[in-house]
């Protein structure tokens, strides 16, 4: 026994309980019926933080956080990747996401170290909270009935804004700052007089000042939890970047409209952004790529890639229709009405021409061997035996 065991075993008393009877939980968890209740996330929310109004709008903070952070590339792709797996799984209903360490590590091939910890990072950094801890079945109530572990509850949430202090002056005191309707504080509008309002862009995305930006955001809402109630209806293993037309020809306009509406549920799944806008708009920005050839991973290249090699630095950050973002970024892969070859289909072309580049070698090379002119009777008995002595030497 170590010191420290000593001291402590004589400081505190033991604590034994009757053999396989486990310990209490320390943490009291939130009941099952009511994990996914407002209740429930809003006492799970602390002071000072509320929870998104979409879930773009914590991608965003998630990715500027993520910005200011000196990391490696391969750990910023990793956090990078648990930010697009939590919003993934976000419920817009509940505003909740039910996840564990190993799912996590099952889709991401990380460790479950790994995902602990970077799950610890999202919460000391105010972009997650923890509304129900993870319980094994061994420290479930008997009461309750249930055998199985049950998985955590987390919330997305985000710093309030802070709001601007109010001055507790006397209003004759601020009106003998003012000279002919300008404040000697303040840079003076151009006009005279104070401006209350703000720039045309500021106004044009902000929902309080825009119905065009508060209709967008609201059919932002729908057209996710359209999406999130078909994903909940298909297993994980049926979404594939490689899926693409099928081979066999499509007889009826409907047939043609269902592939292609398929294919767009698969961009939503793996484009987080795109899931803002209805799957019918996907569909209709990818028809004409999907019949060149085109495949979701191709899709989901061009929506960061330009077909000129350049990166979309910014990508959707101030953008609030996502159909109009992904015509803008498809268009650039479109030459005089027809789409350009693909990124797999140009990686396919040199994987094409390289191998028939080996091929002709080959063959030139085994021409050359079969006409090439024999070596002299006396060169061949002088390289066997310089080969037999260098054997023997050895």
Not at 227 to 239: G, I, K, S, Y
Not at 293 to 321: I, M, P, T, Y
Request: hydrophobic share 40%; net charge positive; glycine share 4%.
């Amino acid at each position: 026994m170590s010191i420290v065991a000593a001291a402590l075993s004589r400081d505190t008393p033991a604590r034994t309980l009757p053999a396989g009877k486990p310990l209490p939980s320390r943490t009291r968890r939130v009941r099952v019926e009511k994990e996914h209740t407002p209740l429930a996330l809003m006492a799970a929310i602390p002071e000072g933080y509320r929870p998104p109004e979409h879930v773009m709008e914590w991608v965003r903070a998630a990715r500027e956080w993520l910005s200011s952070l000196d990391l490696r590339a391969d750990a910023r792709r990793n956090r990078l990747r648990v930010i697009e797996y939590l919003a993934q799984r976000h419920q817009p209903r509940t505003r909740t996401i039910l996840t564990t360490w190993a799912w996590i590590q099952d889709a991401l091939g990380v460790a479950r170290c790994t995902a602990a910890r970077l799950l610890h990072e999202l919460r000391e950094a105010g972009l997650l909270t923890t509304v129900a801890t993870g319980r094994s079945a061994a420290r479930t109530p008997k009461a309750t009935g249930r055998t199985r572990n049950e998985a955590p509850v987390y919330a997305l949430m985000l710093a309030c804004d802070p709001q601007p202090a109010t001055s507790a002056t006397d209003p004759q005191e601020d009106a003998t700052e003012l000279v002919e309707g300008v404040d000697i504080n303040e840079t003076p509008d151009p006009v005279g007089g104070l401006r209350s309002t703000t720039h045309a862009r500021a106004r044009e995305l902000s929902p309080e000042r825009s119905r065009y930006a508060a209709d967008s955001l609201k059919w932002q809402h729908a057209s996710r939890a359209a999406f999130a109630t078909l994903a909940a209806q298909r297993p994980r293993d049926q979404w594939s970047r490689h899926a693409t037309m099928p081979l066999t020809r499509l007889w009826s306009r409907r047939e043609r409209k269902q592939a292609l509406w398929e294919l767009a549920l698969h961009v939503q799944w793996f484009s987080v952004a795109m899931r803002g806008a209805s799957t019918a708009a996907v569909a209709a920005a990818i028809r004409p790529f999907m019949l060149a050839g085109w495949n979701v991973g191709d899709v989901l290249h061009a929506l960061e890639w330009s077909s000129d090699g350049q990166k979309d630095e910014l990508g959707d950050l101030f953008c609030l229709r996502m159909d109009t973002y992904m015509r803008k970024r498809l268009a650039s892969w479109m030459r005089e009405g027809q789409p350009v070859a693909s990124f797999s289909q140009r990686q396919e072309h040199e994987h094409t021409q390289r191998r028939a580049r080996a091929q002709a070698e080959a063959e030139r090379r085994e021409e050359y061997l079969a006409t090439a002119t024999a070596a002299p009777s006396w060169f061949q008995k002088w390289r066997a035996n310089r080969s037999a002595g260098n054997a023997v030497t050895r």
